[in-house]
């Protein structure tokens, strides 16, 4: 039986979707948070079909972690990330760096009842209140077979500094294996040294800094007795992904688009990044989720 998605609220500053009575999460496009924790949109919480949730918020180790979000750990300097900034000899440092995603439009595009779309601008601002980047963010939300549903994320980034923008992460300016940067999911501490799941045969911490058409993250709920899967595929057209994963000491998935290597923008060029995340209940193994990579190409 197909799932019935409807937007069942739709405020000032959120927006939440829903299948039958379970709300799958909240969309909070004008967050109220300290500016030292980059201000930004973010999912959560991030619900399965049994309404188990699947994202933290704020946790005491990373307090700019906010459920899922699209963000940037280094623009030419400035920060979108949120908290401190890695400076090559010196490690992380606060810096008045710390720059702010502005909420501007939000335009729901479909209402269901098997898909739900809606459309964001942004605007990209640093600390010193300079606007570098505007951002159109587009959100859809689908049944993905039993038991699951699907999150489709795209975003277009522009160049509105009037000169080049160079988009990196912690790597890029010299810590190793920390090139983190783009759509971030911070799992509950529960999900603490959950399996981590790759194509092609990979899996484990081992898919650090690694390429992938997709990796999967499966924990066990406390509380219940439940596991859940969240499948994170990368676009074809996303050329540079390379995986920043960890299970421990905490779950985190980030399909970074400048983990190794930088991108320039040039003024008024364009960054496209598209994604998907299967949100699972159950604990999908390799020839479950290869199955449904198979059955749901780009």
């Known amino acids: 039986m197909a799932m019935t998605l409807a937007i069942t609220r739709l405020a000032e500053d959120r927006l939440a979707v829903s299948a039958g009575e379970i709300e799958l999460f909240e969309y909070v496009f004008r967050p109220a948070m300290p500016p030292f924790e980059g201000p930004k949109p973010y999912l959560h919480p991030v619900r399965t079909l049994a309404g188990d949730v699947v994202t933290a918020y704020r946790p005491h180790d990373h307090r700019w972690h906010k459920g899922i979000a699209m963000t940037a750990t280094e623009v030419s300097g400035q920060n979108f990330w949120g908290g401190v900034t890695y400076v090559h000899g010196q490690d992380y440092v606060a810096l008045p760096n710390v720059g702010a995603m502005r ?18 601008r942004l605007s990209w601002h640093t600390q010193a209140g300079e606007h570098w980047v505007d951002e159109v963010r ?5 049944e993905a077979g039993d038991a699951a549903w699907t999150l489709e994320v795209a975003t277009v980034l522009t160049n509105t500094r009037g000169e080049q923008l160079v988009l990196g992460s912690p790597t890029t300016q010299g810590r190793a294996m920390a090139g983190y940067t783009g759509l971030f ?6 999900f603490t040294d959950g399996e ?3 194509a092609d045969g990979g899996g484990g911490p081992e898919m650090m800094g690694r390429s992938a058409r997709w990796l999967a993250y499966t924990g066990r709920h406390d509380e219940v007795d439940r596991c859940s899967t969240l499948l994170f595929l990368d676009h074809p057209d996303n ?3 390379h ?9 985190a998935v980030n399909p970074s688009f400048a983990f190794f290597d930088p991108v320039e923008l040039a003024p008024g060029a364009t960054l496209s990044l598209r ?3 299967v949100v699972a209940d159950g604990a999908w193994d390799r ?3 290869e199955s449904y990579v198979e059955g749901h190409p780009w």
Do not use: C, M
């Open 103 to 120: 909420h501007e439009q939000l335009v729901v595009t479909e209402r269901g009842p098997e898909r739900i779309g809606f459309t964001e």
């Open 138 to 142: 587009e959100l859809a939300v689908r």
């Open 185 to 190: 999911w911070r799992g509950p501490r529960a």
């Open 196 to 198: 981590i799941i790759a």
């Open 239 to 241: 050329k540079a992904t």
């Open 243 to 251: 995986w920043f994963v960890r299970n421990s000491p905490f779950p």
């Open 275 to 277: 994604y998907r995340v």
């Open 287 to 289: 020839d479950r989720l």
